[in-house]
């Protein structure tokens, strides 16, 4: 079993920056794909952006491409989302989450199997 923790929320300006990490719990990090989905009041969860074992494959929504980028780092069993030119519309309760499937390859479809709490990122107009 996996344990996530997120930091790095906040409030933040129209076009202002933040980075979000998630720390892992135990061996098997390197073993889960990752990934990073929201929830905004009012709407379903999103699939934001996913990360395969290896870093090797991919995924973002198409309404953060070029805005947002993925990375872990393994060896810290961390997880980071990097959120640049931020809008309004990204305003969410963001989560880490662990793929249940080991081979997900970057498609839009990522079967989360463990979740963080977690960490709202509030963007003020």
């Known amino acids: 079993q996996v344990q996530l923790v997120e930091s790095g929320g906040g409030l933040v300006q129209a076009g202002g920056s933040l980075r979000l990490s998630c720390a892992a719990s135990?061996?098997?990090?390197?073993?889960?794909?990752m990934g990073w989905f929201r929830q905004a009041p009012g709407k379903e969860r999103e699939f934001v952006s996913g990360i395969s074992r290896s870093g090797g494959s991919i995924y973002y929504t198409d309404s953060v491409k070029g805005r947002f980028t993925i990375s872990r780092d393994n060896a810290k069993s961390t997880v980071y989302l990097q959120m640049n030119s931020l809008k309004p519309e990204d305003t969410a309760i963001y989560y880490c989450a662990a793929s249940g499937w080991p081979n997900w390859g970057g498609s839009s479809t990522f079967a989360p199997a463990y979740w963080g709490q977690g960490t709202q990122v509030t963007v003020s107009s």
């Open positions: 135990g061996r098997t990090f390197s073993t889960y794909p």
